[in-house]
Each structure stands twice: as structure tokens, then as C-alpha cells.
């Protein structure tokens, strides 16, 4: 059993941090948040996911895990501190640092033992030498710099930094910490291998252990793929859709060959959140910072920036104006499972629809309270927004209908309600989730990707 302490309780902090618990670590969650602490402490999460809350309160009772504010009492005497502060993206595509840093310059301040510090954040590769070396350079407890041989202020202290890059995706983040395919740990001594081998042995899962730079490039490489491999197939739906092909048969087609795989072959209107637009923008802007131009992953984003409008600039052909005219969204959120909007394609065309005058009657089973922080009910630019409790009430009466979120409530919309519901049945749908055949057999206009 380690002392864990986790600075950044969001996805990636309080589900590991929680996860650590769950498996017998002491653990102590830290957050600039006060709030964010307080709710956590009264067994309540911050964040929508599955199975969350549960393990939260299970391992607070237990005594395992604990939330704060105050970071020295947390940092002081943990055997590793896990970060898992966000690194945004910035103006320029690079990662903001400045978090990482933060908390890099807390824990120098602050430890009194021989520690481990783990970095989780998705970060440039050579980040992590760069966090070892400001933690030296703030440590007032060590005046001999790396080797961690000073004497300083009378004391000797060993800090190494290891790469932890995380892969949980949010709506499944707990199942995917506790069955995680593999765990990568990029490490630069024995020291810090074994403890993290340690750490993460009651897990039960694969670990690839390998140099910090490859870690870090690990966790990029992995997310540009798959962020590739979705905007090929929206490359290939569109042009599907010009020549009469069907993606959704054509990715059928495609699974069975085991190089290609089955997963993340579904068409359309792109990616989005937290991760695969910021790391592919990152990776993009670190090739250039060294003379490189990484022109698959520049492709990957091009099509991704022209698919997250697609239906819309569709719509906008088919009918004259949206001004005046009810439209249903369907999920907010940038896919299912989370009520994260970070990225998500609702917030790209709403703002579209809301200046050509449309009445916008949105619903979403989770993200309605947080899209509605950002687009307050009522009357906005030229149109208007309500936030429903219910499909029917969104459909009931609408001129179009557009899905961004395939929740399964969603899915389960069959083509007659639609029709019954709507005033005019046309409806574009970004997540091809209902069937071609037979939304036109119930006499409704469907326009999807691809197909
Ligand atoms: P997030 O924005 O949800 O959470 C970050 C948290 O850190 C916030 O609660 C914030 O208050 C807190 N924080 C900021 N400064 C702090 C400090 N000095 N001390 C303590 N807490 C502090 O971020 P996230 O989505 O969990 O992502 C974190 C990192 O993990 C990013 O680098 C991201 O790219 C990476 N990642 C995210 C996911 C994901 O699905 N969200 C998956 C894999 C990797």
C-alpha cells in the first residue's frame, strides 16, 4: 500500500485517484476547486460517470480517500503525487503548461521525502524532463540539482518524475482504469519503475514499460490515430455520398480485416471533446516546432473542422431560412455518456442556427445544465433556446430536427414518433443512428453522413 496523493480531481485525477483507492492505496485528492472538494467530501462527484459516485463513497467510508484544498499537507509525505491538471489548448495549438508547472513548483515546495512524481496529463514529449528539472530547481531541500545528493537546507530528498500517460475515455472512465488494456509507464531509473510497478501490480493488467519521451509520444501517437482513423471515414462517407456508395455497409465491409479492426469506424459529424482535437493540434505544432510537418494528422483535423458543420450547411440548402422555424436538438453533449461539452458538434452549430433566427428546443439526459451556463434560456442573437426535459416535448411541433449525441433515449426514437410528433419531418442526424429504409418508408426527409 502506497500514499497517493492526486493533484486535479477532474476525468483523469479523481477517477485514478479513486481507482487507487479501490485497489488499497491511502489516497488524497487535491483541487484548487473549494467547492469541487466540498462536494466530493459529501460523497457527491463533480463529474457524470458511470459507477463513479459508488467507488467515491465506498472508499470515503472506508477511509482510503480523502478530497482537499490544501496541497502541502497532501504533497509532504506521499510516497507518489500523480498529476492530472488539464494542459488546454492553447491559441497557437501548443499545450498550456502552466498547470503542470504549478503544481510541479507546489511539490518541490513542499515534499519532505523521497517522492514520485507521475505525470498523467497528456503532454509535449520532453515535458516530463522539463517538470524533474523545475522540481530541482524549486526544491529548497536539495542545493546538488538532479542527483538529489544535497544537502540544501540540511536534508537529502530523491524526486524522479515518471510518465503515466492516461487512455480511459470519458463515459467509460472507470471501467476503462479498472480493465485498462494496457498501462504505459515511461520511467529513466529501476527506482521509479519498480514503485510504479508496485502501485499499479493489484490491477492486474499489462504494463509496457518504457523511456519517458516514448511514453509521452505513446499517449499522442494513440490518440492521433484514432482521431485519423474517424476522420478517414468521414472523408471516405463523404465522398460515399457522392458517388452512392453507403458507408455504414462500406465499415461493415471493412471490420472483418482484423489490421483495420472494427471499432472507430463510425461516420459522422466528427470528433470531439477533451482529447482528440487538443492532441492532434499539439502533436501537430510540436512536429513544427522541430522542422517537421506531420501532414496525416494535419489532414485528420482539416476533415474534422469541415464534418462538425456539415448537416447544417446541408440544411441551410434545403430550406429557405431557419428564422421562425422550431428545431428539435437532440444531445448536447460530445457523445454519450458524459456531460462533458468540451468540443462537442452542439456547440459549433447551435451558435450557426441561433443567428439565422432559429427557435431552438434542445434536449440532452445529462448536459442541459452545463450547455445552459454557456447559452442561457431564452432569447439569444436572433433566434431563442429552451432546454426540454423530454424528446417528445423537443420533436413535438418542430420544422427540423438535428442529432449531435447518440445517448441511447435517442437511438430508441423510432421513425414513427418522428412523424407523428414533427410538423415537418426532416431530420439530420450526425451519428447515423437510425435506419435509411425505414425513416423514408414512414415518409420522413432523413439526411445522415454517407449514406
Ligand atoms: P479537467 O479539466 O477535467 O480537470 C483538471 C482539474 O485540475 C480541475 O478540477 C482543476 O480545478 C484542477 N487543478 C488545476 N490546477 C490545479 C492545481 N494547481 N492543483 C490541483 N488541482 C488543480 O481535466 P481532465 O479532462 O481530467 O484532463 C487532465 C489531463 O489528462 C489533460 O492533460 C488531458 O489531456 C488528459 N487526459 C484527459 C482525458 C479525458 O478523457 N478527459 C483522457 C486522457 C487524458
Given at each position: 500500500m502506497y500514499k497517493i496523493a492526486v493533484a486535479g480531481t477532474g476525468y483523469v485525477g479523481l477517477v485514478a485517484g479513486v481507482c487507487f483507492a479501490e485497489i488499497g492505496h491511502q489516497v488524497t485528492c487535491v483541487d484548487i476547486d473549494e467547492n469541487k472538494v466540498q462536494l466530493m467530501k459529501s460523497g457527491v462527484s463533480p463529474i457524470y460517470e458511470a459507477e463513479l459516485e459508488n467507488l467515491m463513497q465506498k472508499n470515503y467510508k472506508a477511509g482510503r480517500i480523502d478530497y482537499t484544498t490544501d496541497y502541502v499537507e497532501a504533497y509532504k509525505n506521499a510516497d507518489a503525487i500523480f498529476i492530472g491538471v488539464g494542459t488546454p489548448e492553447q491559441p497557437d495549438g501548443s499545450a498550456n503548461l502552466s498547470y503542470i508547472a504549478t503544481v510541479a513548483r507546489q511539490i518541490a515546495e513542499t515534499i519532505e521525502k523521497d517522492c514520485l512524481v507521475v505525470v498523467k496529463s497528456t503532454v509535449p514529449v520532453g515535458t516530463n524532463d522539463k517538470v524533474e528539472q523545475f522540481i530541482y530547481d524549486f526544491?529548497?531541500?536539495?542545493?546538488?540539482?538532479?542527483?538529489?545528493?544535497?544537502?540544501?537546507?540540511?536534508k537529502s530528498i530523491r524526486v524522479e518524475v515518471a510518465s503515466n500517460p492516461e487512455f480511459l475515455a470519458q463515459g467509460t472512465a472507470v471501467k476503462d482504469t479498472l480493465q485498462a488494456a494496457r498501462i504505459i509507464i515511461g520511467t529513466e531509473s529501476e527506482w521509479a519503475e519498480d514503485m510504479l510497478k508496485q502501485i499499479y501490480e493489484p490491477f492486474n493488467i499489462p504494463i509496457v514499460s518504457v523511456r519517458r519521451r516514448s511514453a509521452e509520444m505513446i499517449k499522442y501517437a494513440s490518440n492521433d490515430f484514432l482521431a485519423l482513423k474517424i476522420s478517414y471515414m468521414n472523408d471516405i462517407a463523404n465522398l460515399c455520398e457522392l458517388v452512392g456508395a453507403d458507408i455504414q455497409d462500406v465499415a461493415r465491409g471493412m471490420s472483418y480485416d482484423e489490421r483495420i479492426g472494427s471499432k472507430f469506424l463510425n461516420a459522422g459529424i466528427g470528433y470531439g471533446g477533451s482529447c482528440f482535437p487538443k492532441d492532434t493540434k499539439a502533436l501537430d505544432y510540436l512536429a513544427r516546432q522541430y522542422g517537421y510537418e506531420l501532414k496525416t494528422v494535419k489532414a485528420a483535423i482539416d476533415v474534422n473542422t469541415n464534418q462538425k458543420t456539415i448537416l447544417y450547411k446541408k440544411a441551410s440548402k434545403r430550406?429557405?431560412?431557419?428564422?421562425g422555424l422550431k428545431v428539435a436538438v437532440l444531445?448536447?453533449?460530445?457523445?454519450?455518456?458524459?456531460d462533458d461539452l468540451r468540443e462537442a458538434a452542439s456547440l459549433e452549430n447551435i451558435p450557426l442556427l441561433l443567428e439565422q433566427g432559429a427557435e431552438i428546443y434542445a434536449y440532452d439526459p445529462v448536459g442541459k445544465d452545463n450547455f445552459a451556463r454557456k447559452f442561457h434560456e431564452g432569447k439569444l442573437g436572433n433566434g431563442s433556446i429552451r432546454y426540454v426535459e423530454s424528446i417528445e416535448a423537443a420533436l413535438d411541433g418542430a420544422n427540423v430536427c438535428f442529432v449531435f449525441t447518440e445517448w441511447n433515449h435517442i437511438k430508441a426514437i423510432t421513425p414513427k414518433h418522428f412523424k407523428q410528433l414533427m410538423r415537418t419531418p426532416l431530420v439530420y442526424d450526425g451519428?447515423?443512428?437510425?435506419n435509411v429504409n425505414d425513416m423514408k418508408n414512414a415518409g420522413i426527409e432523413y439526411y445522415s453522413v454517407g449514406r
Open positions: 526544491l529548497p531541500h536539495n542545493a546538488d540539482g538532479l542527483t538529489g545528493n544535497g544537502s540544501g537546507m540540511g430550406l429557405i431560412t431557419f428564422n444531445g448536447l453533449t460530445f457523445k454519450p455518456g458524459t451519428r447515423n443512428i437510425y
